[in-house]
């Protein structure tokens, strides 16, 4: 099993920026490839950004991709989502998640955080 919490969401202005945390338990972090997702009322679940399991490739859905960062520190058990130039569209409900292997599909993911809520404000 793993668990996984995120933190770090709240209100913000546009243009402003937040750094989401996603904080990973119960299986050795270093081995596994992470995700953040958002999902916005009334809208699929969407794909934001994942790194691999040694940090050594980044992927970036196209609305986001020069805005936002991922990274992700293996002796922390945590993997962070910076980001910058929020814009209202960007508010949405954040979810880490995680498995073997990289995809855009958030129905190949096996485990999931809580959700953290960020809300852009015009």
């Known amino acids: 099993q793993v668990q996984l919490v995120e933190s770090g969401g709240g209100p913000v202005q546009a243009g402003g920026s937040l750094r989401l945390s996603c904080a990973a338990s119960?299986?050795?972090?270093?081995?596994?490839?992470m995700a953040w997702f958002r999902q916005a009322p009334g809208k699929e679940r969407e794909f934001v950004a994942a790194?691999?399991?040694?940090?050594?490739?980044?992927y970036y859905g196209k609305s986001v991709k020069g805005r936002f960062t991922i990274s992700r520190d293996n002796a922390k058990n945590t993997v962070y989502l910076q980001m910058n130039g929020l814009k209202p569209e960007d508010t949405a409900v954040y979810y880490c998640?995680?498995?073997?292997?990289?995809?855009?599909?958030?129905?190949?993911?096996?485990?999931w955080g809580q959700g953290t809520q960020v809300t852009v404000s015009s």
């Open positions: 998640a995680t498995r073997w292997g990289v995809t855009l599909a958030p129905g190949d993911y096996d485990y």
């Open positions: 119960g299986r050795t972090f270093s081995t596994y490839d």
């Open positions: 790194i691999t399991a040694n940090g050594g490739n980044t």
